[in-house]
């Protein structure tokens, strides 16, 4: 028995992606309440199992097997090899959901790159309102509302989701296409809003204070 397999143990039995450290601290929690069954991995920290991670993921390679070692944003997960695809799908047959739409992907395309972001300045990209698109990345889990601008009006700012990166099998957002490239790119902004002025303050200046002594007449 090596390292390797213990973690190729862990992350086969698990319900959800697992990182280095949920690893680490299973593998060291392993036998903490049997004394009688000794922990030779108990020492094991999160470097050795990300090494042990990135071997594994090698040898599924090597090996061709029919599943691979993929990481995700939220850790490491043991998933068929999408070339299988077409067989491993018949297993789930469930309704597929709706794919996005052209203006939604173009919506959701932009907050990605530019998040956050506000609606209007989202419209002014995009040229068209966007109340319905926006609401529809909402109610997909794919878009949410991370605060509001800095900005006369306080407009809300919108970024993508955890969820957002499943979907797409992304780690980060480092890396979406052509990352760096897109985010320095000058895009148009929504116009900011004219603040006000309160009804006490007027554009006409007062009349000075006759009651007061001006130093010349002093």
């Known amino acids: 028995m090596n390292l390797s397999q213990v973690v190729e143990a862990l992350l086969f039995s698990a319900q959800k992606p697992l990182n280095a450290r949920e690893i680490a601290t299973a593998i060291k929690a392993a036998g903490a309440e049997d004394e009688l069954v000794p922990n030779e991995f108990a020492k094991t920290n999160e470097a050795e199992v990300a090494a042990a991670l990135e071997q594994l ?10 599943f691979q070692l993929v990481e995700k944003a939220e850790g490491w997960q043991v998933a068929s ?16 959901p709706a794919r996005l739409t052209p203006p939604s992907l173009e919506t959701l395309a932009i907050i990605a790159y530019r998040q956050p972001i506000t609606r209007g300045d989202v419209e002014a990209v995009r040229g068209v309102a966007i109340d319905s698109v926006l609401q529809t990345l909402m109610e997909r889990g794919l878009v949410k509302i991370a605060g509001r601008a800095e900005v006369p009006g306080r407009p809300l700012l919108y970024e993508t989701t955890q969820f957002f990166l499943e979907h797409f099998g992304l780690r980060d957002l480092d890396e979406l296409p052509n990352s760096d490239e897109l985010k320095r790119r000058e895009l148009p902004t929504a116009p900011l809003p004219v603040e006000s002025q309160p009804e006490s303050e007027s554009a006409i200046e007062p009349a000075p204070d006759e009651s007061q002594t001006s130093p010349a007449h002093a």
């Open 57 to 66: 993921k090698i040898d599924y390679i090597e090996q061709q097997r029919a």
């Open 81 to 96: 090899d999408p070339q299988y695809a077409n067989w491993v799908r018949q297993l789930f047959p469930a309704v597929k």
